[in-house]
């Protein structure tokens, strides 16, 4: 996309609409890649998933939960045990720190309850604003707006917004779409981030986007080399989806981990 005169404000509102119904054809799949069956599970999760992948969070995670079902079981734990179950995800003693004084005090604080409202959840510990986004959006349907390194780079592509704080990129982004569409249009974006707008070489070649993105060309454009650089066990739909024969995916794009 090419602009020959500065983009209104009206103009922007309704480019990040149509980004928005590409990414929802695009990703029909999108979810939160954190396996959880409860608020208080996601809140674990989310705070192991810290310089971590999703992937090794989720392949902890069930020995845990089955371990650890209350917020008392966390603010009781032996730490040198709970450090053993959670070890692979990295940074183990700062988080299960994290997790003994979580679940002390929702303990202490609100009756062993995850609470529902964001003011509350980000008093907690381990629990920051993008955190406390991901619990309200998929443990208690309340819209919210996750803004990780995969959604901060790919609307500060698309020059949705020039701010860099997350918390004013969140605000910012949040008045160009619905409400309602919060919590799914951030799992879309970060699928996408995943996926196929990567942060070194995004593959602008096989996005669907490309027709509204002024940053089209930072990455390969050429569909053979950009259907290389797609990830995940959809990378063969989503070349497709752009025209390109699906064969052009190599298998192993195909069983690769997103980052």
């Known amino acids: 996309m090419t602009t020959s005169t500065p983009e209104t404000d009206l103009g922007r509102t309704r480019r990040a609409r149509r980004i928005g119904r590409a990414l929802t054809e695009t990703h029909p799949d999108a979810h939160c890649e954190l396996d959880h069956s409860n608020a ?15 992937k090794k969070v989720n392949e902890v995670t069930p020995k845990l939960f089955a371990r650890y079902r209350s917020a008392a079981d966390y603010a009781g734990a032996d730490r040198t045990e709970l450090e053993e179950l959670i070890r692979p995800t990295g940074f183990y003693r700062n988080k ?13 604080r609100y009756d062993g309850e995850v609470p529902g409202k964001l003011a509350d959840l980000v008093t907690l510990p381990g629990i920051g604003r993008k955190t406390a986004n991901v619990i309200l959006g998929n443990a208690f349907g309340v819209p919210g707006i996750t803004v990780d390194t995969h959604f901060q780079r ?15 990129i969140e605000h910012a982004i949040g008045a160009l779409y619905p409400k309602r569409d919060w919590t799914m249009l951030s799992h879309r974006i970060i699928f996408h981030g995943r996926r196929v707008c990567h942060a070194r070489k995004p593959a602008c070649g096989a996005c669907t986007l490309a027709k509204l993105c002024p ?3 930072t990455g390969p454009t050429e569909p053979g080399a950009a259907a290389k650089l797609l990830k ?3 990378a063969r739909d989503l070349a497709a989806a752009v025209g390109i024969d699906p064969d052009l995916v ?10």
């Open 40 to 54: 208080l599970e996601l809140a674990v999760a989310t705070i192991l998933s810290a310089q971590c992948t999703d």
């Open 96 to 108: 299960t720190s994290s997790l003994i004084n979580l679940g002390q005090a929702l303990c202490e």
């Open 154 to 168: 790919l609307v500060q592509r698309w020059r949705l917004t020039t701010e860099t704080d997350p918390v004013k």
């Open 215 to 217: 940053s089209y060309g």
């Open 232 to 234: 995940g066990p959809r």
């Open 250 to 259: 190599p298998q192993q794009a195909v069983a690769a981990e997103v980052p």
